[in-house]
Each structure stands twice: as C-alpha cells, then as structure tokens.
C-alpha cells in the first residue's frame, strides 16, 4: 500500500525556529510533490520546512572563544603550604564551667 501524498493544509511535524520544538506545522506552500513552506500550530509563524532537523550547535564557536578569554586571564600563582602547626602541649588544659544565674554578677539570685 502507498503512503497517502501530502497536500495543503495537511499537518507534518517539524522544527520551529520560533517555538525551538519540532511542532505540528501546517502545509502552507509546496512546489510539486515537495513542502516548501510551513506555518506552526503553536505559535503561528511561517518559515521554511526544514524536514523536522534540529539546527546545528554552535558549541564549538563558543569553547574557542572561551579558550581565548582564557589565555589571556593570568593563571594564579601557587601558593606556599601553610606554616607547621606547633605540636600540642604535654600538659593538658582544664577548663572550668561557671554557673552564672541569669548574668547580674555572682550572689545575686531573682528575687
């Protein structure tokens, strides 16, 4: 069986530059059996069929200019190890816990 032959007016899924999705478009213009022109469902602007492929990445434009920044940033100056800690003491520290009632001084308790 034949595949049905696509007509005006018949919707077809492609990439909307607007939109940036691959959407429901509507046939608008075709030169023989061959779409040439769709408007999208979505957001109703008409542009040329691009059979449904994503446009090309520009990531490689960006990463070279990236890397040019880059060259010309100083890179940072290593820095020296941190001095030695001094060893701990032999002798152990105590520490004293004060009762305090509610900071007025001692001997004053609330009344």
């Not at 909307?16 to 040439?36: P, T």
């Not at 990445?57 to 820095?79: D, H």
């Not at 509610?102 to 009344?111: A, N, R, S, Y």
């Amino acid at each position: 069986m034949e595949p049905r032959r696509v007509r005006l007016g018949d919707v077809v899924d492609d990439y909307c530059s607007r939109c940036r999705l691959i959407m429901n478009h509507g046939v608008v213009g075709m030169v023989g059996d061959e779409i040439k022109k769709v408007r999208c469902n979505i957001c109703l602007s008409e542009h040329e069929f691009r059979h449904g492929q994503l446009p090309a990445r520009r990531k490689k434009e960006t990463s070279k200019l990236f890397e040019e920044v880059l060259k010309g940033v100083a890179k940072p100056q290593e820095t020296a190890p941190p001095p030695a800690q001094p060893p701990p003491s032999p002798q152990r520290k105590l520490y004293t816990i004060r009762r305090t009632t509610g900071g007025k001084g001692p001997g004053k308790g609330p009344k």
